[in-house]
């Protein structure tokens, strides 16, 4: 489903960056863990086509991710990639539920407010559809952004260190609802983290910092 | 959810700051519309007013006066002339026509002008109702004097003066015969009657000088003068040459022959544009320096929001909107606002000229209005594309050529 062959980064001034071989089958979730500065971000970002390796492929389901470029690859990843950044970056100017509608919209598919309703429902911020970003409490807003990634039923989830800044309950609760949400749309679920409670969640890891 | 909306959601989030672009670029716009208009408007009246007078004879003086007075019907005359004397320069070979004026009365602020009925088809004056003069003491009113509150068959007093309140010739009311259709020109505001009405409220009046102090004289100021009926004097002669070839000599020889002065409207009207041109120059020149303040301000506005926008428009792009959709959102929003302030500053510009216009009306001077609309505007509607998109383009530029992964890594 989710394939990373080979795929190496190179800095101009520093060290290349070699990254193991991923392979993943749909609806299976994975921890990419290791130090910060060890490249999870990068990998993330190559694999959601925001990033284009030097060398090496991505292959997500059919789509050699790698071969597509421009408007092409941006259509294919607000189509076929959900992803909840670390500082969620939802839109401050877009209310909820227009933040959910805009993913639908820049994916190229047609505005469906029911399913951002739905999707909203889900991870149980239907009451807030309305509201500013800036209204939202930060518990409420990250539910939001994993709202907003799965609108679109991707077959990809990634996610960049969800659980950093919660609580033990919240971290809990934040990762359950991923889970669920990619067992929803039997996603692949690639989750980069260095928080060692993510761990009793999540079986399939795949460590960068020992290079395993 | 499209391209409008994503814009336009972030231009009201940021209201106060854009409110600001708005009213700058709405004020420079107002400027420059109103400028336009009232110098059309003004320049048009007084071409108007002055089509197809080549030269007015009267008494010396100010060339200046001797034309606003005339011609404008604004200032005080110079004098008066003889009429045997005015007559021999009517019928001079290189004269095609000359209509002889005589001022002096008023009625509620309107001049009562005794002259022939040449002065109503020289301005194509057309009878809305009534008949025009035959006898002494009847008199033919222009479209704003009848708006004023004259009727048809009614009986007025003219009053000794050119501005309201003098010595009133209660002896001799005038009578209108006659209601003029608007024109767009001075005598709109006209009171016509034969020149005998004039001579003969004068002649009646230069019999009663005895009742009336000295004081009155300067309203024809002219009049003192010995030798000749003083019921027999006129105040100027508008006069259209036969060939261009006068414009070079007859002027000249008025001036050197007679007593009598010649001035030619086209140069008077050129000389006073020209003064008032400075003040035009100079407002025109102000509301550059305000539209220019808008655009770089726009500009400012919308480069340094890109600073903070860069997260949303990288989110946008990695929710699937290409680069080419995101340069769409920020050129709808520059378009927006350069749209409505243009618009804006049209009304606004288009109001206060009317509300000029309606204020000033009072002083009988040039009517402005705000009403029209003049082809010397379509190029500012051209503006906001101009301002609009270049405001949007370093900014736009930026955004299509920025790395979502880096920006977002950052934020």
Sequence with gaps: MLALERVEIRYPQAAQLQFPTVRLNAGEHCLLLGPSGCGKTTLLHVAAGLLTPDSGSVRLGETEVTALTGAQLDRFRGRHIGIVFQRLHLIPS?????????????????????????????????????????????????????????????QLILTDE??????????????????????????????????????????????????? | MNLLTLGMADLRHHKLANSLHLILLTLGVAIITALLLISTEISGRLERDADGIDMVIGAKGSPLQLILSTVYHLDIP?????????NRWAQNPMVAQAIPLSLGDNTKGFRIVGTTTALVQ??????????????????????????????????????????????????????VVGVLEPTGTVLDRLILTSLDSVWEIHAQHHHDADDHDEAEAPAMPGAAGGGYNPSQEITALLVRYRSPLAAISLPRMVNSQSKLQAAVPAFETARLLQLLGLGFDTLRALAGVLILTAVLSAFVALYNAMETRQYDLAVLRCLGASPGRVVAILWIQAIALSVAGTLLGLLLGHAA????????NTARGIDLSGLIVLPAELPILLLPLVVGTTAALIPAWRAYRTDIAATLSAG
């Excluded at chain 1, 149980?124 to 952004?145: D, I, T, Y």
């Excluded at chain 1, 991923?178 to 399939?204: F, G, M, P, W, Y």
């Design chain 2, 78 to 86: 110079t004098g008066n002339i003889p009429l045997d004397e005015a």
């Design chain 1, 94 to 154: 877009l209310t909820v539920l227009e933040n959910l509608t805009a993913a639908q919209y820049c994916a190229g598919l047609p505005t469906d407010e029911p399913a951002a309703r739905g999707a909203l429902a889900r991870v149980g911020v239907e009451h807030k559809a309305s509201a500013l970003p800036a209204q939202l409490s930060q518990g409420q807003a990250q539910r939001v952004a994993i709202a907003r990634a799965i609108v679109n039923r991707p």
């Design chain 2, 353 to 360: 000229v009317e509300t000029i216009g309606r204020l000033a």
């Design chain 2, 122 to 175: 020289h301005y194509q004056g057309k009878l809305g109702s009534g008949r025009l003069w035959q006898k002494p003491m009847e008199a033919v009113i222009g479209s704003e004097v009848s708006k004023a509150g004259l009727k048809l068959d009614q009986p007025f007093v003219g009053v000794h003066g050119l501005t309201a309140g003098g010595h009133a010739h209660a002896d001799h009311p005038y009578r």
């Design chain 1, 162 to 212: 969800p659980t950093s800044s919660l609580d033990d309950a919240n971290a809990r609760l934040v990762l359950e609802l991923l889970q669920a949400q990619a067992q929803e749309c039997n996603a692949v679920l690639l989750v980069a983290t260095h928080d060692a409670r993510a761990k009793s969640a999540i079986e399939r890891r795949i460590d960068l910092g020992t290079g395993a």
